[in-house]
């Protein structure tokens, strides 16, 4: 998932947005006595901020816009030491109207802008009022002056967490219905960018402190530890789909031998993670299920060895050899536990059902083998789809049976 596109359907849209913002960004100026090229600097950062982006787990891009926003309540300050927050609010106002700019200007897509602007700007808002609230609550109890870094420090965190807060649950709002994903799915997955907007904002209120003692310096001394955790991050994003490209290659060494019907393991995936997702799976689990429904066919590899071929096999052979191959990997033990448990069913005759078996071994089991009936069976998907209802009984569990029919639905190959 990249970055969501909230449709933009008349292009007076941004031109409202853009007047709105300069007519705003006016009127504060009016409210604070900070020159304005000091905010105008700063609107500046913000803008070519936006422009430099980290990836995250979610397939989101957040930009050191962040950190930007995050130092303007530390560095606009009034004389008597207190937020300006006339001025952090033009500050910020500016820049996301510079952002808006220069983003058009690079060609980036309209809709990809106005989501990112749109986010940023109420989370920016948010953050600038509950921290100078909350400063402002412990001057009013009469905070000893010694404590007033500490005051700070803990408006930063309360504000910043709102700021998360509302980031994450926007992100999810605007990408619902466009991947066909619940709520609260995309909300999981957006919370797994945690570890990024802490270093982006903690870069900033980093900075933000050290401003009043050591001036520009504090470049220096935020800018050291965001640069070891841009590249680790960065480093991290490539590792992870090294690892997801090397799995997928895997999958396909039994369809490029011939023992796997061609493409199956890659729309197994695909239908299994949509399944996961429609019953609730969190994003770690739904990633589990991925490499275990690419893999859940590596057993196969194995017959090409004469001796087994004379000696008989079944699918759960093929499922605890795939097993032992994929649990060479320590990183993937738990993958190939799943793939083990694949094939077994749902419950069996006389039996109550076995809570033990894992969902996504019970997904695979069903999207297998509605792959199988509709690419080498020739059925239709109807067709394929009364196969598992038929085994709803025992082989497949009738919660995964229906949430694959609905997956169905959604794509438009059955009707609803």
């Keep these: 998932m990249g970055d969501p596109r909230v449709p933009v359907k008349s292009p007076l849209v941004p031109v409202v947005w853009a007047l709105g913002s300069a007519a705003l960004a006016y009127l504060l100026m009016g409210e604070t006595e900070m020159p304005v090229l000091e905010v105008g600097v700063w609107a500046i950062l913000l803008a070519e901020a936006s422009l430099v982006s980290l990836p995250a787990s979610s397939g989101n891009r957040l930009s050191l816009a962040f950190a930007v926003s995050g130092a303007l309540p530390f560095v606009l300050v009034s004389v008597d030491g207190t937020v300006d927050l006339a001025a952090a609010g033009a500050a910020s106002a500016m820049g996301l109207l510079g952002t808006w700019m220069f983003r058009t200007l690079r060609s980036d897509p309209a809709e990809e802008v106005m989501a990112a602007v749109l986010r940023h700007g109420f989370g920016v808002a948010a953050y600038l009022v509950v921290f100078t609230g909350t400063v402002s609550l412990a001057d009013s109890l009469s905070i000893p002056a010694g404590n007033v870094d500490w005051v700070r420090l803990t408006a930063f965190a309360v504000a910043a967490s709102l700021w998360f807060l509302i980031e994450t649950s926007l992100w999810a709002s605007m990408v619902y219905g466009r991947n066909r994903l619940s ?27 050290a401003w009043g003692e050591l001036g520009f310096w504090a470049i220096v001394i935020a800018g050291i530890p965001y640069g070891f955790a841009h590249l680790s991050f960065f480093r991290s994003q490539e590792s992870r789909r090294t690892y997801g490209q090397t799995i997928r290659a895997l999958s396909r060494i039994p369809e490029v031998a011939g023992l796997s019907p061609k493409g199956h393991s890659d729309r197994t995936s695909g239908m299994a993670m949509e399944v996961g997702q429609d019953l609730g ?126 997956v169905l639905e959604r794509r438009g190959v059955v009707p609803a």
């Design 183 to 209: 709520r609260r799915y995309l909300w999981l997955l957006a919370a797994k960018d945690w570890a990024v907007v802490l270093s982006l904002l903690t870069t900033g209120a980093l900075f933000g402190f």
């Design 281 to 406: 799976m969190t994003p770690d689990e739904v990633t589990d299920l991925q490499y275990s429904a690419l893999m859940h066919d590596i057993g196969r590899i194995t017959l090409n060895e004469p001796s087994i071929l004379k000696m008989g096999f079944t699918d759960e052979d093929i499922a605890r050899w795939g097993a032992e191959i994929v649990a060479e990997a320590p990183y993937l033990s738990h993958v190939a536990t799943l793939v083990r448990q694949q094939h077994q069913p749902y419950r069996r005759p006389g039996e109550e059902r076995d809570l033990e078996l894992p969902m996504a071994s019970k997904i695979i089991k069903a999207t297998s083998a509605y792959d199988h009936a509709t690419m080498e069976l020739g059925f239709s998907p109807l067709e394929a789809l009364e196969v598992l209802h038929r085994g709803a009984a025992y082989d497949f569990d009738p919660d995964v049976v229906q949430a694959v029919r609905r």
